[in-house]
């Protein structure tokens, strides 16, 4: 138990470092240039300032800002708290699952450390295919919860896959 608590709380000190840290960094150093930005890799990859009253992909657009962001601070804090009683309860079993809870659980904290102290997530991480097809732009919380729930959902289809195999033999 100590070890997997030590490895998710290691992931999550970790990501919510990192996170915070280049949001400063985005928050001074970039220019407020929509998504054109500092050009990194030509035709693909931008770093530039944005500030996301949103959720994902436009989530609650429209409902009214100040409404948004105590629902999506809500949300935010339910799940780490779901994610944290998970960790203390030992239901947090698999190596794997206890990383994947920690990239989790530091993206969730970083953005709600932006949402409560901004009011607005720091997002500058801009994905695009030439200027055809554009990623919504992101943070390192954001990819840590993303790779999160992707190990998660490897993991659970691991799982069930070797199940199904010793029920079958």
């Known amino acids: 138990m100590r ?12 990501v919510l470092a990192l996170d915070q840290a280049t949001k400063a960094w985005a928050q001074s150093a970039l220019p407020r240039l929509g998504r054109a930005g500092i050009t990194v890799v030509a035709g693909c990859f931008n770093l530039a300032y944005a500030e996301n009253r949103n959720a994902a ?24 708290g779901v994610l944290l ?13 206890a990383a994947a809870t920690g990239l989790i659980l530091g993206g969730a904290v ?4 932006d949402r409560a102290r901004l009011g607005f997530v720091v997002d500058f991480i801009v994905w695009h ?4 097809f554009y990623w919504p732009t992101f ?3 954001d990819s ?3 790779v999160g729930v992707f190990i998660l959902l490897g993991v659970s289809y691991w799982v069930d896959r070797r199940a ?3 029920a079958s033999a």
């Open 3 to 14: 070890r997997r608590a030590s490895l998710t709380l290691g992931l999550a000190a970790v």
């Open 57 to 80: 992909f436009g989530i609650l657009e429209a409902v009214p800002y100040e409404m948004r962001r105590i629902v999506l601070t809500a949300f935010a804090i339910g799940a780490i």
């Open 85 to 97: 009683v998970a960790l203390f309860t030992n239901r947090i079993q698999r190596t794997w699952t």
């Open 110 to 113: 970083g953005n709600v450390i």
């Open 129 to 132: 295919v030439g200027d055809k």
């Open 139 to 141: 943070n390192i919380a």
């Open 144 to 146: 840590g919860i993303v």
């Open 164 to 166: 199904t195999a010793r």
